[in-house]
């Protein structure tokens, strides 16, 4: 999880810690830090020296602090009341299952907030509603750690922050968001155990502060059994894990063999524990289909009591096997039996491509934590935004992926992208290639369009590229900006983006925009090892063009996208499976130009760039 400082006062009544759908810019700060993964949540095994199960509701010296003025924490037995409850806000929705569930829990309910004052549609009517919790101070004198375990259920939208806050004054906070990186419009685990080693702001002290709260329009989340506990003996943990490729070290999700510089690894391990830990060290295992790719070793580092340090696998792995790699992260105490083993490990993944080069952690397009449209003082401008890439090795983008937002009011709005390199002589964005525009159609609403650029864009080894997704804005409330995905958390300055008048900007605290460059069109759209062997020829063609290929499925569906990504041919075949197929399509009636060739039989797909002459 990530851990955020905060200074601000108690009794303040507008709390602005949460990320915003459009992100206003921050002062700049260096290229440094890295991308950060949560870690499976474990509690400690230490009997709780606090704790409060809300059996007697809300301690009374407990604040409520709800600057939004409709949408308090509350205690409960019930879930959400809100619209999307389940129930059309009938009847209440699934409660938190905790341990104490049966004498009640607390919960903040945004979405019943928003529906029963401002009424449906959601997206134009539910507001952003801001409402926190705050404990009295809770005495940890002669605590030498201090683990914080709770355990809650939630479902949230548009990539907010869920804060646990903790202070030792009541003025100066230390954040931590919770939200663990699930994807929006999905429900947690009920319950999910969150364990926070809070032990540098509480330890050995005689008043500490939890605040729990966010910054949302829906769903809901529930807490229940909070407790305070000191921690096991040996015990170390493992927090954020990330890899970096070339000499600037970005984390990308996915990675083309043209571009598989040496991969590095780095684990954030801590010591939960009081006393001084010896010889710690993290492992790292790269596994695929085929077996073990790649496992590698950090060196033995000594922890003095709460330090957290970076380990660093001592060794790279440089990629050569397409597919899915599962990246398993670990922490050892050499010789000693850690006190709580539950925390010692982290899983993510990473896709060797063919020709796709992608910084977001998406699988499939349901999985997009959020969206941006543009920023605040940009309203309704022009607005341009992408993340940056890393060249390995000389070669040519074609097409740029995008991931359009799952709003109805994307549709029929026009979109683009861009290829920039970086010019380190001036210090500027030097434009490669572009695309044409396209006007999206209400298919590609909540999907990841490609589009073609008008000419390959060159880049090449050592360069930065910046690819970019853009729109031209309109009406001044933004009513015409087009929304674009985004992904997990990302360094500062890993995104980047032009404004309504060309001045380039970076993000701090920012995701990874979901755009992409493709090396080769014929394989774009989240390549996959279910490929149709096919051959296409004449290409190019005059009036015939004829289809080799070898299909899955006895159906198969073969379409024709012009440059603008519109269909303009479509035609179903009846196959042979398991066997060479020889197509025939008659282009006479197709007017000249470039289409993308597209072949699908259900199963597996193939795409083919072809040229038709009149």
Request: hydrophobic share 35%; proline share 4%.
């Amino acid at each position: 999880m990530k851990k955020i400082t905060f200074g601000l006062c108690l009794l303040a009544v507008q709390f602005t810690f949460a990320q915003q759908l459009n992100q206003e810019l921050d002062s700049p700060e260096t290229k440094s830090g890295k991308v950060v993964a949560s870690p499976a949540m474990s509690s400690a095994k230490a009997a709780p020296f606090w704790t409060e199960d809300f059996g007697n509701g809300i301690p009374t010296s407990w604040a409520v602090v709800d600057s939004s003025g409709i949408c308090p924490w509350t205690y409960t037995t019930d879930g959400s009341w809100g619209n999307f409850n389940g129930n059309n806000a009938t009847a209440a929705g699934t409660g938190l299952l905790s341990s104490t569930a049966n004498n009640g829990f607390i919960i903040c309910d945004p979405d019943s907030a928003n529906h029963f004052t401002y009424g449906q549609p959601s997206s134009s009517n539910y507001q952003y509603l801001s409402s926190y919790i705050v404990t009295s101070g809770i005495d940890c004198s002669g605590r030498s750690s201090v683990i914080l375990t709770f355990e809650q259920y939630y479902r949230y939208n548009n990539g907010v922050s869920m804060n646990v806050l903790v202070s030792n004054d009541s003025i100066n906070w230390v954040g931590y968001d919770v939200s663990g990186g699930l994807a929006n419009n999905t429900a947690s685990a009920n319950a999910d155990l969150v364990s926070l080693n809070i032990t540098t702001t509480a330890a050995n002290q005689p008043n500490v502060y939890i605040m729990i709260g966010w910054n949302a329009r829906v769903y809901h989340w529930q807490v229940d059994d909070i407790n305070l506990s000191e921690a096991d003996p040996f015990d170390a943990q493992i927090g954020d894990n990330w890899w970096g490729t070339g000499q600037y070290q970005y984390q990308y999700y996915k990675i083309p063999l043209s571009q598989n510089g040496p991969v590095s690894f780095y684990s954030e391990i801590s010591n939960n524990t009081g006393g001084q830990l010896d010889n710690v060290f993290s492992e790292v295992t790269v596994t695929n289909t085929g077996g073990v790719d790649f496992t590698g070793t950090s060196a033995q580092a000594n922890l003095a009591a709460v330090q957290m340090d970076t380990f660093t696998v001592s060794t790279n792995w440089t990629p050569a096997t397409l597919g899915k790699h599962d990246v398993d992260f670990s922490c050892t105490v050499s010789g000693q039996t850690d006190g709580n083993p539950n925390n010692n490990d982290f899983s993510d993944s990473v896709v060797i491509t063919n020709t796709l080069y992608g910084m977001d952690n998406l699988s499939d397009p349901s999985q997009s934590t959020g969206s941006i449209s543009n920023f605040s003082s940009n309203t309704g401008n022009a607005f341009r935004i992408g993340n940056v890439y890393e060249i390995m090795n000389d070669d040519g983008v074609q097409c740029i992926e995008i991931g359009i937002a799952d709003d109805a009011n994307n549709a029929l709005k026009t979109v683009y992208g861009e290829v920039h390199a970086w010019d380190p002589v001036n210090s500027e964005w030097v434009q490669r290639g572009l695309t044409d525009i396209y006007e999206l159609q209400s298919s590609d609403v909540g999907t990841i369009i490609s589009l073609p650029l008008f000419a390959e864009a060159p880049v090449y080894a050592g360069e930065e590229m910046l690819v970019v997704a853009g729109h031209y804005g309109g009406a001044q409330d933004g009513s015409d900006d087009v929304s674009f995905m985004y992904g997990q958390p990302v360094r500062d300055r890993d995104v980047y983006g032009f404004d309504g008048v060309g001045d380039v900007f970076w993000l701090s605290n920012p995701r990874a925009i979901v755009c992409r460059a493709q090396f080769d069109c014929a394989l774009s759209i989240e390549e996959s090892e279910n490929v149709i062997d096919l051959a296409v020829y004449p290409n190019p063609a005059n009036d015939e063009l004829f289809i080799d290929l070898t299909p899955g499925s006895e159906e198969t569906v073969i379409q024709l996208l012009d440059m603008n990504g519109k269909v303009v041919y479509t035609e179903e075949h009846s196959v042979l499976t398991g066997q060479q197929n020889t197509l025939k399509l008659s282009t006479s009636s197709i007017e000249e130009g470039v289409y993308t060739l597209i072949i699908s039989d259900g199963t597996k797909s193939a795409k083919e760039r072809v040229v038709l002459l009149d």
